[in-house]
């Protein structure tokens, strides 16, 4: 009976549909945006989430709305005093992914609605215990996605959301990052300040407490909402507070990463020593892990030195510095490491220093000059390196023939 009063009920809502050629139309996939949570398959969903609801509008009237995108099962309007928001399930999945593409940002009494795909809340990570930095400068074309693509290539990076005008419906040139590990954190902060992201540098820095505050949020509500850029909160601001490690005299250790494999304790030692950026009072490396941390004696000093030091190269590779992820203890004993020892010098042989005065001499011109200058000798040598004589015999030949200052390449010997 119960089924029988499904079937008449989808007969009756697919009369009212505005499109009735829609059952046969191709799939319409929306962007996805914004931070799926683990276990979350779009590929399955039938609800739609719809935040920024105007107060005036009523459940009928949403119902009515999403009505002209297919068939549907339910609908609840949650009442807010600024804005409401909503869920909207859908016999079918075609019909909800429609919707997402169609009704999301249509004015409803003035107001932007916003619309995606729905889950539940016991789905979604909770990132109140995360560390959050803000991002501003950022162009109107960066959505929820394109901030977290940017930002994910740190695996610990759980959630990003762009700021938007509930009156407008466009973004507000700033946004937020979450991320588990606040060395993470602090990375992004320091790589991608003042990086390209769409048509503009964004710029990079802890947020305030409570910045990413949500209006739209369902609370203990069933379903909660993918899409994360339903934010409405009005402090947008750069986190100034003691908690910031650049802002807390407690953080004393620079940590260093993208190290080389050959690189040890005493080449860290060496290469932050000769930056000059202050006392060092410990040095450390993990080797099998390409990270290191090197503590100095003030707030000021590992400042100066991730400044330094950043994007510099050492062993051939660019490290990354920024501040290390724990504050340095009181009462840790400040006893400055002695200067390191000089890197040893290479030992060159007498042969070794002959090789390196003709290869001086060879330097000094190109091979048209040698040509014009090259006297009989001099040709002969090269004569004889093409005849299967070596480069360093013929270059012995010019060298020894009086002419230190004029030779030729190897390649230029094989010309002859």
């Known amino acids: 009976m119960q089924q029988q009063q499904q079937q008449q009920r989808l ?4 009369a009212l549909y505005h499109n009735p050629g829609f059952v046969g139309a191709p799939q319409i996939e929306p962007i996805l945006s914004g931070n799926l949570p683990p276990g979350f398959d779009a590929a399955t969903c039938r609800s739609v989430y719809v935040g920024n609801i105007h107060p005036q509008v009523t459940e009928p009237l949403l119902q009515e709305v999403f009505l002209s995108t297919g068939p549907i099962e339910g609908c609840k309007l949650i009442k807010k005093d600024k804005s409401s928001y909503g869920f909207v399930d859908y ?114 820095n802890w947020a305030a407490k409570g910045a990413t505050s949500n ?103 660019p490290i990354k510095c920024s501040w290390g992820s724990k504050p340095t203890a009181p009462g840790t004993s400040s006893t400055p490491l002695p200067p390191p020892a000089a890197a040893p010098m290479p030992v060159f042989s007498a042969a070794d220093l002959g090789a390196y005065e003709r290869q001086m001499a060879m330097s000094k011109y190109g091979g048209a000059q040698i040509m014009s200058m090259m006297h009989p000798q001099g040709q002969h040598a090269l004569k004889q390196a093409a005849m299967g004589m070596g480069a360093a015999a013929a270059g012995q030949a010019i060298y020894d023939g009086g002419y230190q200052n004029v030779a030729t390449t190897q390649q230029l010997m094989y010309y002859q």
């Not at 695996?155 to 466009?170: E, I, L, N, P, Y």
């Not at 260093?256 to 005493?266: I, K, Q, W």
């Not at 000059?276 to 030195?305: M, P």
């Open 11 to 14: 007969k009756q809502q697919q």
């Open 91 to 204: 016999f079918d999945r075609r019909s909800a992914a429609l919707a997402i593409v169609t009704l999301n940002g249509r004015h409803l009494f003035g107001q932007p609605i916003k619309v995606n795909w729905a889950y539940a809340s016991s789905q979604r990570e909770d990132t109140s215990g995360h560390h959050n930095i803000f991002v501003g400068d950022l162009s109107p074309e960066v959505t929820d996605a394109t901030l977290f693509a940017c930002f994910s290539v740190y695996s610990s990076c759980s959630d990003a959301r762009v700021m938007w005008d509930q009156k407008t419906g466009r973004s507000r040139g700033f946004g937020f990052v979450s991320f588990r590990d606040q060395q993470d954190a602090q990375s992004a902060i320091n790589d991608l300040n003042g990086k390209w992201l769409g048509s503009r540098q964004i710029r990079c």
């Open 215 to 317: 209006d739209d949020k369902s609370g203990s509500d069933a379903k909660s909402v993918v899409e994360l850029t339903n934010g409405t909160s009005e402090e947008g601001q750069e986190k100034t507070n003691d908690d910031a490690p650049e802002n807390n005299p407690q953080y004393t250790t620079v940590y260093v990463g993208n190290l080389a494999p050959e690189v040890t304790s005493v080449d860290l030692h060496r290469f932050f020593h000769a930056l000059g950026a202050g006392t060092i009072e410990d040095v450390r490396v993990q080797q099998d892990k390409g990270f290191g941390f090197v503590r100095y004696s003030s707030h000021a000093e590992a400042a100066l030195a991730i400044q330094m030091g950043n994007a510099r190269i050492l062993c051939g590779k």
